[in-house]
């Protein structure tokens, strides 16, 4: 059975980045309105997620490390109309598989790792949920040997925790490293203030170089943060695209993006622009990929009709 877990595990726990990611979905479901990610020695040392979402009860705490324990499905058709982060009910069993993982709420703490039976003690967070993962890899030399340096582990753990931070805008997001406070995005009025703080922040761009642009109809609703044809990288990577508040990796509606700009970017050149599209979960898929990247549009053609025809005719051609 150990054996069996760690390989399941390798699917998705590949680098603590992976970790926060999981942890980080998991405070979003439980509704919590802040979230802080701590994280010591590039995430490997340890990893900390906080919140103040609905907690975990005392009884189930230990469950929540067993494999497919999920109190997000409850009958299969809810695979079908997902609007949680979460589904597979094996993100913390994985975690627990590859690292010293301790589950702590309602007053109680839950340690669990792949070498002893899971232990449940008094004390620990009283509000919400404090999750944390110790010591990654300590049994997996190998697994362990492929990691960056501490450094860049934790670079990608940030770039994990703005591409989180990005699509809600009700969440007060921190991040920690090594003690000290490194980015701290309070709760904003507009997804497009919680995306200009991030852009403005991260890369040093201006507020002024932006757009909003909107569109909704009884299908979909689309939001687009666009930057002014001024404002333009030689790159792809200015552009993020979100589906149902989950960053993919869409390489068609990227696309749609540069339509979109069309003349008004000169040849070879990218904008920065964040797209969210939402639409009913019945005609999204994420269940292609474990780390849900992947996603499966049912009418694709049409998001990227819209995506572009909106960019290219709300869209300022020059600066006013
Ligand atoms: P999934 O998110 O797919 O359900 P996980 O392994 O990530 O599976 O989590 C297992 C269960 O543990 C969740 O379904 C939820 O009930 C509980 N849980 C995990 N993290 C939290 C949290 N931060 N707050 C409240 N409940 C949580
Ligand atoms: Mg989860």
Redesign the pocket.
């Known amino acids: 059975r150990l054996v069996a877990a760690r390989i399941a595990a390798g699917e998705v726990i590949d680098r603590p980045a992976a970790i926060a990611r999981?942890?980080i979905?998991?405070?979003i479901?439980?509704k919590?309105s802040e979230i802080s990610v701590d994280v010591r020695g590039g995430g490997i040392e340890s990893l900390s997620?906080i919140?103040d979402?609905?907690?975990?009860e005392k009884d189930?705490l230990p469950l929540?490390t067993q494999p497919h324990?999920?109190?997000?499905i409850s009958q299969l058709d809810d695979l079908y109309h997902l609007n949680?982060?979460?589904?597979?009910?094996?993100?913390?069993?994985s975690i627990s598989s590859v690292s010293k993982l301790s589950i702590s709420?309602n007053g109680w703490t839950y340690t669990a790792d792949c070498t002893t039976d899971g232990e449940l003690t008094k004390g620990g967070c009283e509000r919400g949920?404090r999750?944390t993962s110790e010591e990654l890899f300590k049994n997996l030399p190998v697994r362990r040997s492929f990691l960056k340096r501490e450094a860049s582990e934790a670079q990608l753990i940030k770039n994990t925790f703005i591409s989180k931070a990005m699509a809600f805008e009700n969440i007060h997001f921190k991040y920690y490293q090594d003690g000290a406070l490194k980015l701290d995005l309070p709760k904003r009025n507009t997804l497009m203030d919680r995306v200009l703080d991030i852009l403005t922040i991260d890369q040093k761009l201006m507020r002024s170089d932006f757009v909003f642009l909107e569109s909704e109809n009884s299908i979909y609703k689309i939001r687009i943060v666009a930057s002014l044809p001024s404002l333009h990288r030689s790159d792809r990577s200015g552009i993020k695209i979100y589906v149902n508040s989950r960053a993919v990796d869409e390489y068609s509606l990227c696309q749609a993006v540069s339509y979109g700009y069309g003349e008004a970017l000169p040849g070879g050149a990218f904008p920065y622009t964040v797209v969210f599209v939402d639409e009913d979960p019945e005609l999204v898929d994420f269940n292609i990929h474990p780390a849900k990247k992947e996603v499966k549009i049912r009418n694709r053609a049409e998001i990227h009709h819209a995506i572009s025809s909106l960019i290219h005719e709300k869209l300022p051609k020059s600066i006013p």
């Open positions: 999981e942890l979905d998991n405070s479901d439980a919590a997620v919140d979402g609905c907690g975990i189930d929540t324990a999920t109190s997000k949680t982060m979460g589904f597979r009910g094996e993100a913390l069993y709420s949920t999750i």
